[in-house]
């Protein structure tokens, strides 16, 4: 049975037709997936609070109700170790159309990789793992299978990426941790299941993979239409 959180949190975003950042991260916590320590505010004085609270260095990302691609509109601060530097990003994306307030979260490093999941109109839903970050459409370098996934599934999964050795340790470097990566691309089938007449697609990327944590570094849901919906 679907949470009940979960499901406030999408019927809530059915007005925007799609799950903005903070709310999707939540959905994602809930389901048993790793996030960043993350605060969302709308007042400066509450942004440089939360940065506090969680430590520098940190992100500032753009929350806004009419922008799905941050990246496209300069909507993610990377690096930013002082409050003088929080609110200069802060009053940048204040003037942003939709502005629904900043997300500071804790910055994390690792390997990036893409994790994204659709409802294939013949397949049902599917699932993709691949190597992530700003150059995934260059290397495309990815794999899919049909959701739910389980442990042996996941690992095959890997086993097809073409840089999979990067994953694994190569030349020295130290391995992901697989068992991470595999329990949560077990726990996203799972939520992308219990979601799948209420979902269009979702999009992990990047989730950032060390030897300790894989953890989601930005999420979209985009939800059904209507018509959609009803068929």
Request: net charge neutral; hydrophobic share 40%; charged share 25%.
């Given at each position: 049975?679907?949470?009940?959180?979960?499901?406030?949190?999408?019927?809530?975003?059915?007005?925007?037709?799609?799950?903005m950042?903070?709310q999707?991260?939540?959905?994602?916590?809930?389901?048993?997936?790793?996030v960043?320590?993350?605060?969302?505010?709308?007042?400066?004085e509450?942004?440089?609070?939360?940065?506090?609270?969680?430590?520098?260095?940190?992100v500032?990302?753009?929350?806004?109700?009419?922008?799905?691609?941050?990246?496209d509109?300069?909507g993610?601060?990377?690096?930013?170790d002082?409050?003088?530097?929080?609110?200069?990003?802060?009053?940048?994306l204040?003037?942003?159309?939709?502005?629904?307030?900043?997300?500071v979260?804790?910055?994390?490093?690792?390997?990036?990789?893409?994790?994204?999941?659709?409802?294939?109109?013949?397949?049902?839903?599917?699932?993709?793992?691949?190597?992530?970050?700003?150059?995934?459409?260059?290397?495309g370098?990815?794999?899919?299978?049909?959701?739910?996934?389980?442990?042996?599934v996941?690992?095959?999964m890997?086993?097809?990426?073409?840089?999979h050795?990067?994953l694994?340790?190569?030349?020295?470097?130290?391995?992901?941790?697989?068992?991470?990566?595999?329990?949560?691309?077990?726990?996203?089938?799972?939520?992308?299941?219990?979601?799948?007449?209420?979902?269009?697609?979702?999009?992990?990327?990047?989730?950032?993979?060390?030897?300790?944590?894989?953890?989601?570094?930005?999420?979209?849901?985009?939800?059904?239409?209507?018509k959609t919906?009803?068929?």
């Open positions: 049975m679907l949470n009940k959180e979960i499901s406030d949190i999408l019927l809530d975003s059915e007005k925007y037709g799609w799950v950042e903070p999707a991260k939540r959905i994602l916590s809930l389901a048993g997936l790793d960043p320590k993350f605060k969302w505010a709308k007042e400066m509450t942004v440089v609070s939360d940065a506090k609270e969680i430590g520098y260095p940190v500032a990302k753009l929350v806004s109700s009419k922008v799905i691609h941050k990246s509109v300069g993610v601060i990377t690096h930013i002082n409050e003088s530097k929080l609110k200069e990003a802060f009053s940048r204040s003037h942003t159309d939709g502005f629904a307030g900043v997300l979260e804790e910055m994390v490093a690792g390997i990036e990789l893409i994790v994204g999941a659709k409802v294939d109109y013949q397949f049902g839903p599917v699932v993709l793992l691949g190597i992530g970050g700003t150059g995934v459409e260059i290397y370098d990815t794999s899919l299978r049909m959701a739910p996934l389980d442990g042996r996941v690992q095959s890997v086993k097809d990426l073409k840089a050795q990067l694994e340790g190569y030349r020295g470097t130290e391995p992901i941790n697989l068992s991470e990566l595999t329990r949560m691309m077990i726990a996203f089938s799972h939520l992308v299941m219990e979601i799948q007449n209420r979902m269009e697609s979702i999009d992990l990327n990047p989730v950032i993979c060390s030897s300790k944590r894989c953890i989601v570094a930005d999420a979209r849901i985009i939800l059904k239409g209507e919906k009803s068929n």
